[in-house]
């Protein structure tokens, strides 16, 4: 890593900078802010996860429910936490195979 | 003074309920003279007092705007510009005790206007709340008294979104009084 633009450009870095002013925003900002912020970081992961080879069709399929999810929260709440509850059940079921 | 005109007024309503939250921009330029005209649609919006304690600090640079990404959480499309709408402090105060609160809100109504006048040229726009103010401040060398309230990016979008559903008018209106509601 030698100059600023390529530390600007760099995933961990950018994920980084998102965790800490998400912290900062979650004080201030609506509740539901707070999942909505990890979502998006976790579909940051899968983006760095996807450039070393280690996304299948499984993981895939939760990212897409994560940016689902992202777009339904400012229309509808429920529907939000519906999703989150399917992101959690398709990980667990990854996980247990 | 501008005569009552039906066309104008349809046109006005269509403008008001067409405009969407952009999220999703095409990687195509805004001319600067747009911007200049979407600035100028801001700083005609109403002020307490015609204070106009607004200052707007239009980002083109594409490496200033990643800096902003970068400390803006809420921020995550791939705007051509941002228009950063701060309240300046010094000026605000000389509306007394609401000074500030008034400057928040005549900012909101310059937001809508710009977002209007971008809509109008076929630009999309999103307006941000969730940033870094600390952060950004550092970026942009922006002096302690001056606040930033907003961000608005602009570009042109990929798609127009369909309109969320909007509270009917009589959840929302009442009729001379509180909870009567207007038939």
Known sequence: MTNMEEILNNKYFQLLSFLITSARGCIDEPPLYGPLRLLDA??????????????????SNIKN???QAIDILMVDENEFIKIVDEISKELGKYIAN | MIENNISQSSFLLELIKGRRAIRNFQKKEISLDDMKKILEAGI????????QSWEFILIKDPQTIL???LVSPGLFSNPDSLVVLCVNKSKAERGGKLGIEMAVMDLAMAA?????????LGIGSCPIASFNKIAIKQILNIPNNVDIILILTFGYPQTWPKAPPRKPIKEVVFYDKYGRNIE
């Open chain 1, 42 to 59: 976790a579909s940051r992961v899968i983006d760095m996860m996807e450039k070393e080879k280690m996304v299948d069709e499984k993981i």
């Open chain 2, 112 to 120: 809508q206007n710009m977002m209007l006048m971008a809509y109008s």
């Open chain 1, 65 to 67: 429910l994560i940016l």
């Open chain 2, 44 to 51: 005609w919006a109403p002020s307490g007092s015609n204070l």
């Open chain 2, 67 to 69: 800096k902003i990404k």
